[in-house]
């Protein structure tokens, strides 16, 4: 039972991450299986970005700085994997006229204008947050690290809830996901995340972020894809850090 577990979390480090996580041993468990630790994924990312913020104005770096090389240090760990779905979401979205010619412009590695923007947005203002929380540095590592992994239970919730819009793909192979995994997600995320001030409240706005858009990619689409749970994450940690840095 132990090494299952285990495994799984080894699973979500290699799926979420670019950080060494070593081979799978067989069995090797389905994606399904291992939608609960999506959360300790963040952790890693959010705890590295977190290290970098610190050493960085420990450093005597200005705030903007600092928070440049935390998102730097996070994109890197993560291989812009959130921001890539994003962008394919962006330009799938508003640049086909049907759900056929949507799913189809997601899936070209190209990107267009309506991508591009979202990347500059969402760049910009999750700087901008984290900037502005880097005036208390403690409270801004605790931020990068909760919202790393509350941003991640959006994932979780919108594989668990939505049907796969498409035949293959991540959102098709980790369909067999169950809503008990990620309320595990969501419990392993949420309970750490309240002792932080300010965590509840943007907790309940990435909850409807993530509803939002679970409505939207069902109009658009029918369903999710691994590049709207990619966005999800994208639009929960949007979300969460500019509630903190009001």
């Known amino acids: 039972m132990i090494r299952a577990r285990l495994a799984e979390v080894q699973l979500a480090v290699m799926l979420l991450t670019r950080l060494p996580a070593g081979r799978l041993g067989e069995p090797v468990p389905a994606l399904g299986a291992a939608v609960w630790a999506f959360p300790l994924a963040g952790l890693a990312v959010g705890g590295i970005g977190a290290a970098v913020l610190l050493a960085a104005l420990a450093a005597g770096l200005a705030a903007p700085l600092a928070a440049g090389l935390a ?92 049907p796969p819009a498409r035949a293959d793909g991540l959102g098709r192979a980790a369909a067999g996901a169950g809503l008990a995994g990620a309320l595990v997600a969501a419990g392993l995320a949420g309970g750490p995340a309240l002792f932080l001030a300010g965590m509840a409240g943007a907790m309940a706005v990435q909850a409807l972020v993530t509803l939002g858009l679970a409505r939207l990619a069902r109009a658009k689409i029918g369903g999710q894809t691994g590049d709207v749970l990619g966005a999800a994450q994208q639009l929960a940690e949007i979300a969460a850090l500019l509630t903190l840095a009001r």
């Not at 309506?114 to 931020?143: D, K, M």
């Open 71 to 162: 998102l730097g240090a996070q994109m890197l760990a993560t291989g812009g994997l959130h921001e890539d779905g994003l962008a394919d979401l962006a330009d799938g979205f508003w640049g086909g006229r049907d759900p056929a010619r949507r799913l189809e412009i997601m899936r070209d590695s190209r990107i267009g204008s309506y991508g591009t923007l979202a990347l500059i947005v969402s760049v910009g203002l999750r700087w901008q947050a984290v900037a502005a929380l880097a005036e208390t540095p403690g409270r801004a590592a605790l931020a990068l690290i909760a919202v790393a992994m509350t941003s991640r239970v959006a994932s979780a919730m919108l594989l668990a809830l939505m």
